[in-house]
């Protein structure tokens, strides 16, 4: 069985028990303020989750492209990727764990013919205020032997994108799941330890599924039930590929090997003995490939800065190797599941070629810099000046001090530490908070953006397209595709168009519409080709329609005023205004 045959068995497993197929949403979250990538099939649907009704009923199925930058660091080991294929299926409200629990089993013994002697199961134990999950061992009792079964808490067997309870912020959504994991035999155990999942950690375990009993929201008094109690189910595609191919690898699975193949050859690195260093470059250019795809290009700052570390770490480890021929390997493979691929095939190589000359003139300058100081003898300069020589020319601690620099090393470390947690926080998401934030300045911000998003186009036409939107209670952010500053008048002329929506007091209101009639009405936003359901489709008055999860105020009047604070230069034709709302 390969990557495309596993997921076309869980689709068609799932549609057969009346689930409808959703599309899989863009990796870089179009009207999501919260989060830099998609990271996991429940992203997208958060609105649902919190109880809104979805256009296409309540039993959900998927495969959602994810990209979780926290896992950089990760990467490297046999298991570990940062973009990667989410399988999921959703229960809004309908069934719960006597249905999810049975089919999941026999999914993965009977559609994908897992050995059911290597699975085992863990289930949440109770933590804190949230008590343990006897319903789920109830049911899992029934089906595998009660030994097979181990309880954790809340570090292991509770899901939200914030993580264990304590750090998720007020609003978040989050349950108790129960997880499946596979055994491998070809892996010795390093320690005394049990089978057991939850105990062993030599690595002889993998986690390929689990289902999350989404029923909880964060208060500021603790967790209160969501409306309904959801599931949401996620299993990788390349883990669950490494179980039915029996693969303990990741790397060896037919869905990454003729990468690592392709690696091997152009950069004469024998896979054996070179694991580490093949994984990086097989993962992070496969990422890159995919993030260049959906429209990120190398820079300096947030998802650009993640693909620039991405693309970097693989060309230290590639040394002189040719790249080109490695990318066509990632997309004649990956095309197949994602057909996009081979459509940008050229923009996605020349992306890629364009920063490695730029990181190549990067070293360049970086070997001035210790030829000169080489001349010049030892120089005593402050922490901030070598971390600088650190980050923009890429030099490290060592080297510097070879050039004969002397510096506080222990500042020199802090600020390499509060780096390094920035760009983590950047990958987890830039507001933990996730669209918890439904406050009212936030949802007047949302409305807000689109009357911008209209009165743009007003202004400079309909070729005008938002390419983003980042909205918190203090401001909102919106991004388009403009390739000039706005002039004053202007900026002016926006303001006075949003207000003028403003004080008209247009209501607000949304209709499911079959998406041939969204498309013939002209509402704004992106459409997924293959989509064939209903869209939601949020109208202000006459004046703006535009495809969207929501939430909105009802009335514009609700917004009491407009205000643009500054407008950025994206680069690449795109800009950036930031706006106030009150
Ligand atoms: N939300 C869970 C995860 O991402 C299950 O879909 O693993």
Known sequence: MNARLLIDTYISFFEKRDHKQIINSPLVPIDDPTTLFTSSGMQPLIPYLLGEAHPQGKRLVNVQNSFRAVDIDEVGDNRHTTFFRMLGNWSLGDYFKKEEIPWLWEFLTVELSLPEDKLFITVFGGEDEIEKDTESFELWKKIVPAQKISFAGVDKNWWSRSGVPKNMPVGEIGGPDTEVYFRFDDIEHKKECKDNPVECECGKFLEIANSVF??????????????????????????????????????????????????????????????????????????????????VFPSNKERGYILRRLLRRSFDNLGQADVENIISAIVAECAKTDKTLSQNFEEIKNVILQEQQAYKKVIKDAEKIIGGAEENGTKEINADEAFKMYSTHGLSPTQIKSLGYIFDEQKFADLMQEHSKKSKTAGAGMFKGGLADHSELTIKGHTATHLLHQALRDMFGTDLHQTGSNITSERVRFDFNFDRNLTDDEIKKIEEIVTSKIKENLPVHFEMLPIEKAKGIKAMGLFDEKYEGDVKVYFIGDYSKEFCGGPHVDFTGKIKSFTIIKQENLGRGQKRIYAKVT
Do not use: C, W
């Not at 193949?261 to 004469?268: C, G, L, Q």
């Open 214 to 295: 989404m029923q909880y929201q964060k208060t500021d008094k603790g967790f209160k039930e969501l409306p309904n109690k959801n599931v949401d189910f996620g299993g990788g595609l390349e883990r669950l590929l490494a179980a039915v191919e029996q693969k303990s690898d990741i790397f060896q699975t037919s869905l990454f090997s003729p990468i690592v193949k392709a690696i091997e050859r152009e950069a004469d690195l024998d896979y054996v003995k070179n694991q580490k260093a093949v994984r990086i470059i097989a993962d992070h250019l496969r990422a890159a490939v995919y993030l260049i795809d959906a429209g």
